[in-house]
């Protein structure tokens, strides 16, 4: 953060620097839980993968304190507009993470009505792969976006990180 020491009882730091430490380590996830992935967010929010170690336990249902978007779940067109106005209401500097397959590219709906990835109608700096994809992958997810605020990049603007799907650790193994 730049802290500097003194041998005085206080300690010195540039405003910028605390500001992107306190943002970096309180990210408050608004959750577009739209489909099936919503259940894997869930649990990502659970005691289990306790999403609350990165200080981002307190999902908020408003927009207005929220700055970190979660959408999971295969969009229509038809609600786009509703997750483009949610996104709207959010405060800056607002983050947005793609989650799984139907959010990124649409998935396996190639419809009329599905839209064919969120980055069509909003901004989105962080893509989670899976069908659903593991709560790990989205703490890996949330994880990028502290490594972005904490080089002082600002939201939708910078490169966009791939989070690939992880190995399962206990596969069945057939044996014949």
Request: with cysteine; net charge positive.
């Amino acid at each position: 953060m730049g802290l500097v020491k003194t041998d005085e009882p206080f300690i010195t730091t540039k405003i910028d620097q605390f500001i992107g430490w306190a943002q970096k380590n309180s990210l408050w996830p608004m959750p577009m839980g739209i489909s099936c992935c919503a259940i894997e967010m869930m649990s990502f929010a659970g005691p289990r993968y306790d999403c609350a170690r990165f200080g981002s336990e307190a999902f908020r249902f408003s927009p207005r304190q929220s700055d970190l978007m979660l959408v999971a779940g295969t969009v229509t067109y038809k609600m786009s507009h509703v997750v483009r106005k949610i996104y709207d209401q959010m405060p800056d500097p607002k983050w947005v993470i793609a989650m799984g397959a139907c959010t990124s590219t649409g998935g396996m709906y190639r419809s009329y009505s599905v839209v064919q990835g969120i980055d069509l109608f909003i901004p989105v700096d962080v893509y989670i792969a899976g069908c659903p994809p593991r709560p790990d992958n989205l703490i890996n997810g949330l994880i990028e976006i502290q490594k972005k605020i904490a080089a002082g990049q600002k939201p939708g603007q910078s490169e966009k990180i791939y989070i690939q799907e992880s190995p399962r650790k206990y596969e069945r193994k057939i044996t014949q």
